[in-house]
């Protein structure tokens, strides 16, 4: 299983949606988004950008969360995504003085 498949399954899953609903939020025709997100979910087929892309915002999450290896970091990415401009900067300021 690629990270790819497997942070869309638990994106998926954790957002209470059906593959066929998150295909049609992500503007896949209603008739096809199922299997295509089954495919996708399966590794059969991998989506371009600007399909992951869609099923990112569908899902409020950054397109990097699909992309990160470790859980940890993937985890950071979406509370980070989800995070208000002015929390973001707190957290860098923050993040900056520990690493320095």
Do not use: C
């Not at 059969?44 to 699909?66: C, Q, T, W």
Request: charged share 30%; net charge positive; no cysteine.
């Amino acid at each position: 299983m690629s990270v790819f498949t497997k942070r869309l399954k638990e994106a998926r899953t954790r957002a209470g949606l059906s593959q066929e609903r998150l295909g049609v939020m992500a503007d896949i025709d209603e008739m096809s988004s199922s299997a295509r997100m089954n495919q996708y979910e399966r590794g059969k087929h991998e989506p371009d950008f600007s399909m992951v892309e869609r099923i990112a915002k569908a899902l409020n999450v950054p397109e990097s969360y699909f992309y990160a290896k470790d859980d940890e970091a993937a985890w950071l990415l979406v509370v980070f995504h989800r995070m208000s401009p002015s929390d973001r900067h707190k957290l860098v300021g923050v993040a900056r003085e520990m690493v320095s």
